[in-house]
């Protein structure tokens, strides 16, 4: 982080300087935090009300760790009775917002910084993930850590800019309209890049064309001397082209789209045995490059397409973009997260989030991975904030994992009956479809039948929890305890189909 002192975080926020004494030395932050433990010395600690904890009772553990200034929204005193040292504002969030404001523009101001900003229905985490690998070869290179991708995260990601950074890539998400022209108006970026529409969120938004004008907040969010780089197989992406002034760049699978802009393509794009996407990437100046990505599922075709036109926009040579597609993988976790157990089980945790398209991407992967010699387990729970169409879409995503012949599938969760009733509708049978009511009675079932050679998918919302039922299946039988191990709560009654009418009409989750 580059340095404010305390004067200058209240005049850029509007804020209140408490605690501090005006005969002293000046406070200087060099780093911030929302996470008390994450205080070093020298933190700026924004203690902003949270879903689970307000960020004012853990101001004493902030400092003890470091912190030498608080951002927060009242007064809080310490053992001695005197207020921390703290700026006090309305919406601590929102004074976050500024201070990452004013940090990009001092970076501009002082230097070469490129800021390149990522959004989309799915696929924005292992985007940046591969973008901010291939761009560190051009130089330091600051990305989001995990998903770090809101009003919170998106600071923070500012914050961890120096003054040496050359590019800083912004992972931006979104629950409603304006949130992403928020968030651009913070970070100003250069390059603005959609990989597409989906459903997730839906609810939130009101349809899915809403979403489409969200994502789009970004492209119109670029001055003329920007980059718009879309993705042109999906229309309403190739759409956005008309909402931005700045020219535009395109990636596709497809060999006949053709545009104006710079074209990044895949050919021949497949996977090998492995479940790894393969293809020919070819450029606009006409050179091709065979590329095999470690990463798991046709699906990152899309991502690895968007790194690569972006890393050319900004200078990358060709060369180094395909030798970089063929060795990085994913470096957040529950991407498409493989483990091949000693015993032969194979374990996909893709459990971080989960909308229709990315449930359906996942599943494809898992049938081909399969591919009739593999027993194929597919371990789904929710999918969250799909407002009136969840009862339809958790139904066509049974129908759909009976189609791709998966061998079993578990649903997991009492909001998941709908996508048991679909599977059974739509012919899966007896053992073929089970529906248990939580993740230890899911776990018991996968602990008594995984055998050597099963292959088992874990996915579902964030909420869901999945992620961490699949790190412990992921360990094998009798594992060592897990930093991710939930507690463990009494098995729930599981329920099979056994026939075609066993279920009836899908029920209200």
Known sequence: MIEFSAAEIAALTGGRLVGTDPAGPAITVTSAATDSRECVPGSLFVAKPGEQSDGHLHLGSAFGGGAVLALAEREVAGPDGAPYPSVVVPDAVLAMGELAAETVRRLRAAGDVTVIGITGSAGKTTTKDLLAGLLAGLGPTVAPRGSYNGEVGVPLTVFQATWETRYLVIEMGATKPGHIAYLASLVQPDVGVVLGVGS??????????????????????????????????????LAM???TVARTAFFTSSDDFSADGAVVRARNSTTTPEGNPSFTLTFPDGGEHEVVSPLLGLHHTTNLLAAANVAYELGCAPERIAEGLRTLAAASRWRMERTDRADGVTVIND???????SMRAALRTLAELGRGHRRTWAVLGEMLELGESTIEEHDLLGRVVVRLNISKLVCVGPNTRALFNGAVLEG??????????????????????????????????????????????????????????????????????????????????
């Not at 790190?471 to 329920?495: K, L």
Request: glycine residues 10%; aromatic residues 4%; without cysteine.
């Open 200 to 237: 997730a969120h839906a609810g939130e938004f009101g349809g899915v064309e809403n979403i489409a004008r969200a994502k789009g907040e970004l492209v119109e969010a670029l001055a003329a001397t920007g980059t718009a780089v879309l993705n042109a197989d999906d229309e309403r992406v």
């Open 241 to 243: 082209r008309s909402r």
């Open 351 to 357: 459990a971080y989030n989960a909308n229709p398209e």
């Open 428 to 509: 899966s049978w007896g053992s073929e479809a089970v529906h248990v009511d939580d993740a230890a009675a899911a776990e018991q079932l996968l602990a008594a039948e995984l055998e050597p050679g099963d292959i088992v998918l874990f996915k579902s919302s964030n909420g869901a929890g999945l992620r961490f039922l699949g790190d412990r299946i992921a360990q094998g039988p009798d594992p060592q305890p897990s930093r991710n191990h939930a507690p463990h709560h009494p098995a729930a009654v599981v329920e099979a189909a056994s026939g075609p009418d066993a279920s009836g009409k899908a029920t209200q989750p």
